[in-house]
DNA sequence: GAGTGGTCTAGACCACGAC
DNA sequence: TCGTGGTCTAGACCACTCT
């Protein structure tokens, strides 16, 4: 196979061309995520440069969350997110951390997309989404509201499932039922009060203090692929952040 | 000099050793922040070993915020952290982001460390810390309310300072005046409400709701040197997290 | 033992910054 | 023009995983 690194991507070194091109080529669903890639040797062979460069080429890839590798067994692409929990934001149950709450889908329904949604997903005219809301709780509490808005046709697999369909962990039922990997996201926090529908869903108080979670996910492409609204007592708020 | 990399520190590769090595040595001032490096070639006749791996352990270095490496010029002690405002988490003004607070220390005391104090800080029995507060204004209106604690005898120039001698950015201000680089922090948010005294120091009724941020601010050996509580009005709070 | 990624070497040349 | 870090090569050996 002649995959030789041309000149046609400019302004770059030959490892930062070799990682686009190799990033391409995993987009494009020759290495399906879980699989492993070809070892750095066969790799070095097939583009004709030498081992170290490929080896800056995958660390890139790396650090971009596409591949994992693993000493003795090889370089694999990565499954994306699957927790990635709201759960993350808040404290509901102080001992035990590693339950997955249950999940309860409300009701869904099929809308035209607004401009804003259409830019964001990339739609084109006149596509729709599908929103719905789902509870999460936690031994049998409700702790999180969410709204969450889907692309179509991308998401067109889950059109037609009955509600006790859904499973609790979304991510990874995305990837199974409609082949997206969720990579990365963007989480925007700020405070509000739940409305009096919201509040009954989450038994509270209308007008009860609650933080507001914005999240836009993202694939490997950078695309993004769900917008979701998350809200939770204020009171159980709690986040811990890095400075550099 | 005989700086040979011995086997004294097991279970580390080559560069890793390096690493620690010359990070102890910018720990220990032989190079003062904002100064220079020897150079990689320098430093791998030094220590007797190949270019890369210098430059392997130089990028452990940079990943942990101690060196900054600069093309054609060099490599270079970090200056820490500066502004690292608490005005990330509030969006008090919409139109401009790069205004510096202005800032009025209110009170400053001497008084015994917790024991929970004495422990982050690592002092010695019956040390004493410094606490003091101040308000952060934005065009004459107060908008974030900080407790700071500082541990003794480290912060000691401090103790004589009138309240009008205080910088309004304390980071650049702890380096200048006793040497400390602040050089990562960890954030802990929360929600709660401004009691009587808080509320009337932000112009706030008293009950607000406010988001509380926890620091504690770390120096490069990983140092507690400052803890520090912060509030501010919870309708103004606003937070972009990034996931993976 | 065969195959993988991780470490290390000893060179070469390039891109950038300062003088 | 010189010194810096950045890229690249063509090897070598080590550590780990699987069978």
Redesign the interface.
């Known amino acids: 196979m002649d995959h030789t690194i041309t000149g046609t991507l400019l302004g770059q070194s030959r490892y930062g061309k070799l990682a686009t091109v190799i990033k391409d080529r995993i987009l494009h669903g020759e290495w399906q995520p879980g699989q492993m890639l070809p070892s750095e040797t066969a790799l070095s062979e097939e583009y004709g440069v030498a081992l170290g460069t490929i080896r800056q080429a995958m660390s890139l890839l790396v650090q971009d969350?596409i591949v994992q590798r693993l000493q003795g067994k090889g370089t694999f692409v990565t499954r994306g997110?699957n927790g990635?929990s709201m759960l993350r934001f808040f404290r509901f149950n102080p001992a035990d951390d590693v339950v997955t709450p249950q999940s309860n889908i409300l009701q869904t329904r099929l809308r035209e997309a607004s401009a804003e949604e259409r830019l964001l997903f990339k739609q084109a005219e006149k596509q729709k989404v599908l929103q719905f809301e789902r509870i999460r709780l936690l031994n049998d509490e409700p702790c999180l509201l969410e709204t969450i808005i889907l692309p179509l046709p991308l998401f067109g697999p889950l059109l037609d499932l009955e509600p006790h369909e859904w499973d609790a962990l979304l991510y990874p039922m995305y990837r199974n039922r409609c082949g997206v990997i969720v990579?990365?996201?963007?989480?925007?926090?700020?405070?509000s009060h739940l409305n009096s529908i919201q509040a009954r869903r989450l038994k509270l108080n209308s007008g009860h203090?609650c933080?507001v979670v914005e999240?836009k996910a993202y694939d490997l492409s950078n695309q993004c692929i769900e917008i979701r609204t998350t809200r939770g007592d204020?009171?159980s708020?709690?986040?811990?952040?890095?400075?550099?």
Chains 1, 2 share one sequence.
């Open positions: 969350g997110l990635a990579n990365h996201a963007q989480d925007r926090l700020s405070f203090p933080v999240r204020a009171y708020f709690t986040y811990t952040a890095h400075v550099k």
